[in-house]
């Protein structure tokens, strides 16, 4: 099995609006902020014990968080799971005939790697394998 789950992807059309509800409210620890270029994501990572919330903001109007923000409004975008090797996870997802959104692992911010399973193969939750390289 995964070894946890690694974050959850928030989609919010402003990470400045969106923030205080998890650092006031809910208390939380913003831990790291960053730019995705490859992803067109601006995010936000908050602790929550080993696993984090990852605000996810788009910085481009044909992104994929601007379509679904676009099609389904603010909410759950993807569940991310902490495997040991990303790249054997894809392998057996695709042997198992599942979608692959990502064929190969792919550097995903925070030093990690990461790859997608379609949400049409994983129940309607876009599913990301995470690996952190830096362990
Ligand atoms: N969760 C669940 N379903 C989703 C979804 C999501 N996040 N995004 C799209 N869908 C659904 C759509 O609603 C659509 O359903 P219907 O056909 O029933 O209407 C279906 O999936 C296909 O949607 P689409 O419009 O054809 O495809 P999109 O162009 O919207 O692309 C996806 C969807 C998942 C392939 C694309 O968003 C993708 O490649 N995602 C992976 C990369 C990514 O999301 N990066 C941002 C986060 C990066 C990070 O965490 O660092």
Known sequence: ???????????????????????????????????IEDQQVNTAFLAVGESTIELLEPTSPDSPVAKFLDKRGPGIHHVAYRVKDV????????????????EEPRPGGHGKLIGFVHPKSAGGVLTEFCQRVED
Request: no cysteine; hydrophobic share 40%; charged share 25%.
């Open 1 to 35: 099995p995964p070894e946890q789950i690694d974050h959850i992807g928030i989609a919010v059309t402003s990470l400045q609006e969106a923030l205080p509800f998890y650092t006031e409210q809910l208390g939380m620890r913003l831990i790291h902020q960053e730019v």
């Open 87 to 102: 790249a054997d996870r894809l392998r057996r997802a695709k042997k198992a005939g599942l979608r692959l959104i990502d």
